[in-house]
């Protein structure tokens, strides 16, 4: 299985590693400081630094579909490096940073909206998340002003584990509708924004609210009888 960096440390940026598996699809790495795809944020990319100063780029970052440990998409048509390979693993860092704030700043959206999340997704310029709500206005502006209050007030971001127990008796903490926490593992990851928010996640984060920056929300639309799309964007 693949060590991941990512999870202790969201601004680590490159680590050495060596390959385990490799085929077709990519490589598999025995760490990485890769975030592989999920929970609504992209895999990161970037690239595989060989000895001979060469460079491999990734171009999505997945878990293994048969369980062996996170799958670093490479270019088409680039060669992938043998098991046993030493190299260096870079991520586009600016990217991450972007996927790190957007993600931060949704986990605000939260603590603002009473109601389920129905879905949500992140990327670089635009964020959103869906929200289960009936009868309920929202009002963009005002949200706005939330959010980047609490981004002001630079609230500290820190996550921490819990066991699988202990979870299944606080369901209260569990936001999202249609995906739950993983189970089974023995332990589940919570992220807490201090006198905020509390709720499982394994993305990545910033160390405290401010370094989101400003935000606003874009657009709020109706998909569907109860559910309501709010966009958000940096505003810079």
């Not at 895999?43 to 048969?66: F, W």
């Not at 704030?101 to 635009?126: P, Q």
């Not at 959103?128 to 981004?151: C, G, M, T, Y």
């Amino acid at each position: 299985m693949t060590e991941e960096l990512f999870r202790e440390d969201a601004y680590a940026r490159s680590c050495e590693a060596t390959v385990l598996h490799s085929d077709e699809r990519g490589v598999i790495l025995d760490r990485t400081v890769f975030y592989a795809e999920g929970g609504g944020q992209p895999g990161d990319t970037g690239q595989l630094g060989l000895t001979d100063g060469s460079t491999v780029e990734v171009i999505g970052t997945y878990k293994d579909r048969d369980g062996r440990g996170i799958l670093h998409v490479l270019a088409e048509g680039a060669a992938a490096p043998p098991p046993g390979t030493a190299l260096t693993a870079t991520i586009d860092w600016e990217r991450r940073y972007k996927h790190m704030r957007m993600h931060s700043c949704l986990h605000l959206l939260c603590s603002l909206i009473e109601g389920g999340v129905t879905g949500g997704s992140i990327a670089v310029n635009k964020s959103r998340l869906d929200f289960d709500l009936q009868d309920v206005s929202l009002d963009k502006e005002q949200i706005s002003a939330d959010l980047n209050r609490l981004v002001e007030e630079n609230h500290p971001l820190s996550a921490r584990w819990i066991s699988d127990e202990e979870m299944a008796q606080q369901q209260e903490l569990v936001r999202t509708m249609s995906v739950k926490p993983p189970s089974g593992q023995g332990r589940v990851r919570l992220m807490e924004v201090e006198g905020v928010d509390l709720q499982p996640c394994g993305g990545t984060h910033v160390g405290s609210s401010g370094e989101i920056g400003a935000v606003r929300v874009s657009k709020i639309e109706n998909k569907g009888k109860h559910n309501r799309r709010v966009n958000i964007v940096f505003d810079e």
